[in-house]
């Protein structure tokens, strides 16, 4: 056995695969082998999820903040409701490591929306740096969503808010002497 896995492990891409073997499975048209597929993989999250329960009840909650940075650990820690953080938090901790300014505007927990609204930019006049009104949210912030706040289905980003006027720096012109031919 290896001393770790050697590949990142990384809760979007195995839930993505998780649910390409199903529809493979699916696609064969046996429901009877479809429902037992689909009975195993909530069987397995039953028995994994017992046992991380078991294990944060053991060492507590102190030891276990140490580890909430960790985007596998804090994805399971949601995936079965062991996350110590209230979804605010996770969804809060999410955005700042995904390093794009934007501002909530609300989470609606029974559609699983959040809201996002781009930041506006620093005072050049230049605008946002993150993701285009409309475009929708960066690939870093979906990413780091699944992972510390699985309960976000759809993130909605408004446009950033009209910046206040743009401050011009205006100074004299420098001097130069006159030239006398």
């Given at each position: ?14 839930g ?18 479809c ?14 999820g017992?046992?991380?329960?078991r ?10 903040s140490?580890?909430l940075d ?5 994805s ?10 209230d979804v ?31 930041a ?17 949210p ?10 510390f ?6 993130v ?7 910046a ?18």
């Amino acid at each position: 056995m290896s001393a770790g896995p050697s590949v990142r492990a990384d809760a979007r891409q195995t839930g993505a695969r998780v649910e390409e073997v199903l529809d493979r499975i699916a696609a064969t048209g046996d429901r009877e082998v479809c429902a037992a597929a689909e009975e195993l993989v909530r069987v397995l999250m039953d028995f994994y999820g017992a046992g991380l329960a078991r294990i944060v009840a053991r060492i507590g909650e102190a030891p276990l903040s140490g580890l909430l940075d960790d985007e596998l650990v804090a994805s399971l820690l949601a995936l079965h409701d062991l996350h110590p953080e209230d979804v605010d938090a996770r969804i809060a901790r999410a955005l700042a490591g995904a390093g794009e300014p934007v501002e909530v505007l609300g989470f609606d927990e029974a559609t699983g929306t959040l809201r996002l609204r781009s930041a506006p930019g620093g005072g050049c006049g230049c605008g946002s740096t993150g993701a285009a009104a409309g475009a929708g949210p960066s690939r870093a912030v979906e990413d780091a969503l699944a992972c510390f706040a699985p309960e976000v289905n759809t993130v909605e980003l408004a446009p950033a808010e009209a910046a206040g006027p743009v401050l011009l720096q205006i100074d004299t012109r420098p001097q130069t002497p006159t030239r006398v031919l």
